[in-house]
């Protein structure tokens, strides 16, 4: 089978596909042939030799959303049977024909859902729903910033807040391309963050309160700024840094009341699984009444796996970028 791995730090030119053994399910896990792979901004950023979630290992195998059909299955698994379309989380050796996972972290696929879509269902939509609801506890009628909303868990973001009942979702990107994309999403106001006053723009657009609840992943100026913008009481969010540059936080700027939550899927697969559990019906149930959709910005073959990470470094995408073996 292929797979796709780098041996070295640098540019996506240094991914590779290889020819290797088809891997065997263990105790708890399935074989998944793969249908589709979501790929991550946190892979292409361990490609580079940012060391996201404690590591960025040689060689690299990128980890990624993989949709398929399950093809075998491991000692002691009884949640899922061969034939199974599922899809799950994989944060190794994702870019592949074949896949191991862990069966306890599989999610059906909807029948009416097709595998690249269901590749948002894992990491992002995940991520997006309970970086909202657990750690930024989003209020009916409360105004939310969504950063970066254009991208694969942004986007998804600006629905599951609308969906939760924010009273006002602001998004932000770069382009207006992007902007238009998440205001056709149903975000309530649309700001360019590469704008010198995006900050006042969006005290302007809260009367000058600011936020209640703060979604950041960009790090560097822009968390800085988005503190400064969390309203008295409010919530700020961080679950990620595509700038690869993390301010320090001053405990004054706190002083207003102002909570700054850290986010990382892993941490909620690992000790809520009932919430987990919850969340997937949730956004199952989101998804089928048609007030959240996964958008997919381009369908790749995994040959193509450095072009993908090229649309990713540039910011390019819409939604989610896929590979499709």
Known sequence: ??????????????????????????????LIRSEAIGVTFAEVQRRQG????????????PGGDVAGTVEELGEGVSNVRVGDRVVVDVDHSAYADYVVADSAWTITIPENMDAAEATLLPSPAQTAYHAIKEAGQLQPGETILIDAASGGVGHLAVQIAKAMGAGRVIATASTQ????????????????????????????ATDGRGADVVLETVGGDILTKSIQIT??????????????????I????????KTVAGFALYAMLYNK?????????DLLDMIGSGKVRPVVHERLSLQDAVKAHELMEARAQLGKVVLVP
């Not at 309203?231 to 320090?248: C, M």
């Open 1 to 30: 089978m292929r797979i796709v791995r780098h041996y070295e730090h640098g540019a996506p030119a240094v991914l590779r596909v290889e020819e290797v053994e088809r891997p065997q399910p263990g105790p708890g896990e399935v």
């Open 177 to 204: 391309a992007k902007l238009d994309f998440v205001r056709g999403l149903g975000a309530d106001v649309t700001i360019n963050y590469t704008d010198h006053d995006w900050d006042e723009q969006v005290k302007a």
């Open 273 to 281: 699984p009932e919430a987990i559990a919850a969340g997937q019906r």
């Open 50 to 61: 940012i060391p996201i979630g404690g590591h960025a290992d040689l060689p690299g195998a």
């Open 250 to 257: 001053h405990p004054l700027a706190l002083s207003r009341m």
């Open 231 to 248: 309203a008295q009481f409010g919530r700020l969010v961080f679950y990620g840094s595509a700038s690869g540059n993390i301010q320090p």
